[in-house]
């Protein structure tokens, strides 16, 4: 049964990084992309663990991160008396710690090239992360469509459409769900929140991912979310 604390005390804090099992520290479930990847990889993949919400852009955002780890960002995985932080990282850890749930795809081929997009879409797309961030709650048809963005758009779909066709038999990226999947779905929320059409394999792709038990639930629960993180709305695009 997963548990959510919400702007956890300190003391709560230390009781849950001492709780045995996973306990993965996320933001608002609205703005954070890099908390949606492990938590939907966490769901999808029936790992159980513990989440606890930090609300970004608040006076003690970052002391609270802090308590957590030095880094100052979330997502960060607690696993008994390690920390792993970096969305990356984690997802590599839960790779390594569940192989029979084959959360990379188990082809040589296709696991490099998984494991490529997600290293691609880690370090890059910076124009796209700049000026179409994430927002679930909100509609923005037409915006934030600089040709930075509009690149990282292009490059995208080329991605996905190599994916689809040799790997994917038009399903997910590699066939099965996969962390490749869980990488890519907080563009799949830009591209809806942002009005992005594209070509039609494209779409059914991201129609298939927002269908998907794990992202549907995270939606879900972003759009219940009342919270605001007032920096992230201020960066909006016009
Ligand atoms: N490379 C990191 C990026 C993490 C990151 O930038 N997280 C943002 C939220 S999505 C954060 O913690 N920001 C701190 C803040 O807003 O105070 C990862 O992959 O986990």
Redesign the pocket.
């Known amino acids: 049964m997963q548990t959510t604390i919400l702007d956890p005390s300190l003391t709560q804090a230390l009781a849950a990084a001492r709780e045995p099992g996973l306990t993965l520290i996320i933001?608002n479930k609205n703005?954070?992309?890099?908390?949606m990847?492990p938590w939907v990889a966490m769901t999808a993949f029936g790992i159980p663990f513990q989440e606890v919400r930090v609300l970004?852009?608040q006076h003690d955002?970052?002391n609270k991160?802090a308590e957590y780890s030095a880094c100052?960002?979330?997502?960060v995985l607690l696993a008994g008396e390690m920390t792993i932080?970096?969305?990356?990282a984690?997802c590599e850890y839960l790779a390594e710690q569940f192989p029979d749930k084959h959360l990379w795809p188990q082809d040589v081929a296709a696991r490099a090239m998984a494991r490529s997009i997600c290293a691609e879409m880690?370090a890059g797309f910076a124009g796209l992360r700049r000026d179409m961030s994430m927002h679930i709650k909100a509609s923005l048809p037409g915006r934030g469509r600089t040709a930075a963005a509009q690149a990282d758009i292009g490059r995208i779909s080329e991605i996905w459409e190599e994916c689809l066709s040799r790997f994917g038999h038009h399903q997910f990226l590699f066939g099965d769900f996969s962390i490749a999947d869980a990488y890519f779905a907080p563009v799949v929320m830009r591209f809806r929140t942002y009005g992005v059409t594209l070509a039609p394999a494209l779409n059914a792709y991201c129609e298939r991912v927002q269908a998907h038990p794990a992202v549907a639930r995270w939606i879900a629960e972003a759009l219940a979310e009342t919270e605001t993180?007032p920096?992230h709305d201020a960066a909006l695009p016009d």
């Open positions: 933001g703005y954070s992309s890099w908390s990847r970004l852009d955002t970052v991160i100052g960002r979330v997502p932080w970096d969305s990356l984690i880690h993180a920096k």
